[in-house]
T-cell receptor
Framework: GQSLEQPSEVTAVEGAIVQINCTYQ??????LSWYQQHDGGAPTFLSY????GLEETGRFSSFLSRSDSYGYLLLQELQMKDSASYFC?????????FGTGTSLTVIP | SAVISQKPSRDICQRGTSLTIQCQVD?????MFWYRQQPGQSLTLIAT?????????ESGFVIDKFPISRPNLTFSTLTVSNMSPEDSSIYLC?????????FGPGTRLTVT
């Protein structure tokens, strides 16, 4: 089966940097995606790593290490609006499987 | 990208009844996905719906409980049958564009 583990909760200060980790055990691994979900909203796509290394998109960066079965999402210059749940996900063939999710709270 | 709508947005149902959720996409897609998200939890894939064939169900989900229709390339329905309070959840449909998934706004179901 598929297993993607994340810390359940993270709290960080506005303006700071926070890293959300994801360790995975999957079959047929193609890459790692990240999604953001605000309370009451649908998940929205943030980033995808098909290759090892760092991908940067504005304040958000994502990293993948296939040899370690590990990735992370890095959020810089945190804003209050970044308070949300974050999920890593893997596409495997025609299906997508989601991690356990991390609830990020940004405090003033 | 893809724009997805779902109906109803929410419903309160009595146990033992059934509810059908509709999902409409603004463009043709081969596969549509149905997820369940229980309060405070992650997304769990229920099934993948292909047009013109039977849906593929994930472990723990069966067709008798969650029948799915896929009559064309832009539309799908998920029925939650013989509901119990444990079925209270948010149900989301989605489509993929390469490595990206796009989600509908979800249907919030409460079973009393």
């Amino acid at each position: 089966g598929q297993s993607l583990e994340q810390p359940s909760e993270v709290t960080a200060v506005e303006g700071a940097i926070v890293q959300i980790n994801c360790t995975y055990q999957t079959s047929g691994f193609y890459g790692l995606s990240w999604y953001q979900q605000h309370d009451g909203g649908a998940p929205t796509f943030l980033s995808y790593n098909g290759l090892d290394g760092l991908e940067e998109t504005g304040r958000f960066s994502s990293f993948l290490s296939r040899s370690d079965s590990y990735g992370y999402l890095l959020l810089q210059e945190l804003q209050m609006k970044d308070s949300a749940s974050y999920f890593c996900a893997v596409p495997t063939g025609n299906q997508f499987y989601f991690g356990t999710g991390t609830s990020l709270t940004v405090i003033p | 990208s893809a724009v997805i709508s779902q109906k109803p947005s929410r419903d309160i149902c009595q146990r033992g009844t059934s509810l059908t959720i509709q999902c409409q996409v603004d463009s043709q897609v081969t596969m549509m996905f149905w997820y369940r998200q229980q309060p405070g939890q992650s997304l769990t894939l229920i099934a993948t719906a292909n047009q013109g064939s039977e849906a593929t169900y994930e472990s723990g989900f069966v067709i008798d409980k969650f029948p799915i229709s896929r009559p064309n390339l832009t539309f799908s329905t998920l029925t939650v049958s013989n509901m119990s309070p444990e079925d209270s959840s948010i149900y989301l449909c989605s489509v993929s564009r390469g490595a990206e998934q796009y989600f509908g706004p979800g249907t919030r179901l409460t079973v009393t």
